[in-house]
Structures are given as structure tokens and as C-alpha cells.
């Protein structure tokens, strides 16, 4: 099979060499032929040394590689990368699972298909293109995702129509790719949860904070906790099970907080301490009273490009002096980002500044991030895109 050939600029070969798996737009000489977006096309030095193969795409980022090795792009390589990232999931505990059978398959430049994310949600996969090359190869990564996952697999739920880069024209909507049975329960640690897969945020849940709820949990005992963002009540139904005196939750979405009180009728039936509120997050501390002595912080990316940076920063540090200030003496604060273009360094300053600010005595308990099945790519640290502080607040 031949492709189209991508040729780099002299010395613009290094970050391919160092594994890094993308290729941006101003490193090209010349392309042969003509690629279509989506495309696969081999890439080579100004020397014609051959690099990588990987899919071609209109924008900054003109290639994402699928392999450094000169191969074929056919259902055996799916199935070989599915195959790979399943039994990485099977030794961590996560598939197969008895108390939990929610967890992320595959992530992108995590797992070598940069492009593609796929969640588990008991027996439906639902898979999130992010690239033009991985919508081509819908149907192929569907047929390997059922050879790989056999009778545990049932439905495939393609959920890329707000993913694709608009450009594309590809006119995508959301659908079953294969079966069509609909669960909208999942179980995580033992906890069920509604999952809108459909409608709902990235794939439905976040499973990225799995590993945090449950060292929330462990710090719960005997407070009063405000799930800040809560979205479905993620932390909440931990904060719950971890005897918290009183949980509120709080979104500027009345969906969100639908499916959270949905989610804690699911888990703890007619339980009084737990209210939720639709409201916006500045609002709501401007009238609380210093009443909790947990906060979780976990606000939507605020940066999603380098562009907003600044305002984002701000927008972090505002929001983490306000906890600081209503936060009781001995309190606990989970506060997060996950803003890909926030690195731990800045995120971290940023709540340093919001603590100075406030004058109060702050110590470090964790350092957080996201959990195994969400890997990091050694040669892409952008990969490591939630960051997230524990602290204790005198």
C-alpha cells in the first residue's frame, strides 16, 4: 500500500526522533500528493530517511503519528493497539472487575492512538474521535474493539459530533456503531451512578478523578463537605459513603444536579444530609456561610489553548482565594485543573497565590492526577493534563 509523503524541513526530525507523536504544520517542506484530511501519509526527513506513519490534518497539528515503525494501518494493527491497552486495563484491576466495570480503554497519545478515546461503561464502549483519520477508522477500531472485548462488549456508542474539528464538514451525528442496548448504570469502587452518555459531558462521567474520590472519601468522616462543579455528583456519593456530616453539591446546571440527586437516591435512598443546588459557583460563596470544613474545587477546563492562558489563571486563583476564605480552620481543600495548557508548576503557583492571599497557614497533603488508566505517553507530557493539589488549611 502506498501513501502520501509528508517531508520534514532539515533538522525538524528531532521530536519525532525523541518518540514525541505529533508533527506541527510549520516543520513541513513540501507533501506529495494530495492528502485529504484524514488521511494516512509517511513522513520522512529532508534526506528521505523514513520517521512515521500517522493521519494527516488540516491545522497546527499536521500529523498524528499511529507507529514509528513502517507498517500497514489494517484491522490487525487495531487490533493489536486495542488488545495491548485491554490487558494494560485487565492488570490494573479495572476490566473484569466485580465492583467496578467503568474505566477508560483507550487515551489517546496515552496508548498510542493519539486522536481516539473510548470508555468503558459496563457493557457499552463509547468512543470519542478527536481527529478526522480516527473518524475514518471508526468501523475498523468497532470490529477490533469486538474481537478484543468478545461477549463483554455489547454496544458501541459513537459520541465524536462535538470532538471533530468543525472544519471537516463531516456532518457527524452520535450513534450506535454497533448493538443499541442502552444501560445508564455504571459502578465504580462499588458506588452506582447514571451515566448520560448521550447527552452528558465528554463520554458521560468523569472517570479521570476515580483514584481522588476515593482518597476524598478517606478524609470525609464527620464534615461538611460542598462538591463545587459537582456535575453528577461524583464526589459527593464518595463524601456520603465516607459518613460526611452534611454533602452539598453545587452546578450552574440543572441537568447536572438532576442526575446528581438522581445518583445519590441510587446509592443512599431517602438520606438527609446530602442537598443539591443549580447555581453559580461565585454566587453561591458569596452567600455561604463558612459552614464546610472539606471543599472539592473541580471547575471545567478554563484554558482549553495557550490563548486564554492568562484569563484562566486568574479565573483559578479567584476561585481558590474565595474557598480559602469561607473554608473553616483545620478544613480540607481538593482543588484541580484540568486545563491541558496548565502545566502542575502554574496550576500549583496559582493556588500559592490564592493562599497568600488569604493569610491563612496552607500545607500540601497530596499531589494529584489522574489515575492508570488515563496514562501519560513518557514522550508526550502534554498527556498529563489533570493536576490537582489536597490541602489543609489552618
Given at each position: 500500500m502506498s501513501y502520501h509523503s509528508v517531508i520534514l524541513k532539515p533538522k525538524k526530525e528531532e521530536s519525532l526522533q525523541r518518540f514525541h507523536?505529533?508533527?506541527?504544520?510549520?516543520?513541513?517542506?513540501?507533501?506529495?500528493?494530495?492528502?485529504?484530511?484524514?488521511?494516512?501519509?509517511?513522513?520522512?526527513?529532508?534526506?528521505?530517511?523514513?520517521?512515521?506513519?500517522?493521519?494527516?490534518?488540516?491545522?497546527s497539528i499536521a500529523v498524528r503519528?499511529?507507529?514509528?515503525?513502517?507498517t500497514i494501518?489494517?484491522?490487525?494493527?487495531?487490533?493489536?493497539?486495542?488488545?495491548?491497552?485491554?490487558?494494560?486495563?485487565?492488570?490494573?484491576?479495572?476490566?473484569?472487575?466485580?465492583?467496578?466495570n467503568t474505566y477508560r480503554l483507550i487515551h489517546g497519545e496515552g496508548d498510542h492512538?493519539?486522536?481516539?478515546?473510548?470508555?468503558?461503561?459496563?457493557?457499552?464502549?463509547?468512543?470519542?474521535?478527536?481527529?478526522?483519520?480516527?473518524?475514518h477508522a471508526r468501523h475498523q477500531i468497532t470490529e477490533a474493539l469486538r474481537e478484543v472485548?468478545?461477549?463483554?462488549?455489547?454496544?458501541?456508542?459513537?459520541?465524536?459530533?462535538?470532538?471533530?474539528?468543525?472544519?471537516?464538514?463531516?456532518?457527524?451525528?452520535?450513534?450506535?456503531?454497533?448493538?443499541?442496548?442502552?444501560?445508564?448504570?455504571?459502578?465504580?469502587?462499588?458506588?452506582?451512578?447514571?451515566?448520560d452518555w448521550q447527552k452528558g459531558q465528554k463520554t458521560g462521567f468523569f472517570i479521570d478523578q476515580r483514584d481522588n474520590r476515593l482518597l476524598l472519601e478517606s478524609y470525609a468522616k464527620n464534615r461538611s463537605v460542598l462538591n463545587m462543579f459537582c456535575y453528577t455528583g461524583g464526589f459527593s456519593f464518595y463524601a456520603m459513603r465516607g459518613k460526611a456530616r452534611t454533602v452539598h453539591s453545587v452546578d450552574s446546571s440543572s441537568r447536572a444536579i438532576s442526575l446528581t440527586r438522581k445518583n445519590i437516591e441510587l446509592n443512599f435512598p431517602d438520606d438527609t444530609r446530602h442537598e443539591a443546588y443549580a447555581e453559580?459557583?461565585?454566587?453561591?460563596?458569596?452567600?455561604?456561610?463558612?459552614?464546610?470544613?472539606?471543599?472539592?474545587?473541580?471547575?471545567?477546563?478554563?484554558?482549553?489553548?495557550?490563548?486564554?492562558?492568562?484569563?484562566?489563571?486568574?479565573?483559578?486563583r479567584k476561585l481558590n482565594a474565595v474557598a480559602f476564605d469561607k473554608i473553616k480552620p483545620g478544613g480540607i481543600l481538593f482543588t484541580f485543573s484540568c486545563s491541558q495548557v496548565v502545566s502542575?508548576?502554574?496550576?500549583?503557583?496559582?493556588?500559592?497565590?490564592?493562599?497568600?492571599?488569604?493569610?491563612?497557614?496552607?500545607?500540601?497533603?497530596?499531589?494529584?492526577?489522574?489515575?492508570?488508566?488515563?496514562?501519560?505517553?513518557?514522550?508526550?507530557?502534554?498527556?498529563?493534563?489533570?493536576?490537582?493539589?489536597?490541602?489543609h488549611v489552618e
Open positions: 507523536p505529533w508533527i506541527f504544520s510549520g516543520a513541513i517542506q513540501t507533501i506529495e500528493g494530495t492528502p485529504e484530511e484524514g488521511d494516512l501519509v509517511e513522513v520522512y526527513t529532508a534526506n528521505r530517511y523514513f520517521l512515521a506513519i500517522g493521519h494527516y490534518q488540516i491545522g503519528i499511529l507507529s514509528f515503525d513502517r494501518i489494517d484491522n490487525s494493527f487495531w487490533r493489536e493497539r486495542i488488545r495491548t491497552a485491554y490487558l494494560l486495563r485487565l492488570s490494573l484491576g479495572l476490566a473484569g472487575a466485580e465492583n467496578n492512538l493519539p486522536g481516539l478515546v473510548i470508555d468503558i461503561y459496563a457493557h457499552t464502549a463509547v468512543m470519542q474521535a478527536h481527529s478526522v483519520g480516527m473518524h472485548m468478545g461477549d463483554s462488549l455489547r454496544t458501541v456508542y459513537y459520541k465524536s459530533e462535538a470532538t471533530l474539528p468543525f472544519k471537516a464538514n463531516l456532518a457527524v451525528e452520535d450513534g450506535c456503531l454497533y448493538g443499541g442496548e442502552i444501560e445508564d448504570i455504571a459502578v465504580e469502587n462499588g458506588l452506582k451512578f447514571y451515566v453559580d459557583a461565585f454566587k453561591y460563596f458569596a452567600k455561604a456561610e463558612n459552614a464546610y470544613d472539606l471543599i472539592i474545587l473541580d471547575p471545567p477546563a478554563f484554558a482549553k489553548h495557550k490563548d486564554v492562558l492568562r484569563n484562566a489563571l486568574q479565573g483559578y502542575k508548576e502554574t496550576f500549583r503557583l496559582t493556588v500559592f497565590s490564592a493562599a497568600a492571599q488569604s493569610g491563612r497557614r496552607v500545607k500540601i497533603l497530596h499531589q494529584l492526577t489522574q489515575p492508570a488508566d488515563h496514562p501519560i505517553n513518557i514522550y508526550h507530557p502534554e498527556g498529563e493534563y489533570l493536576k490537582g493539589l489536597a490541602l
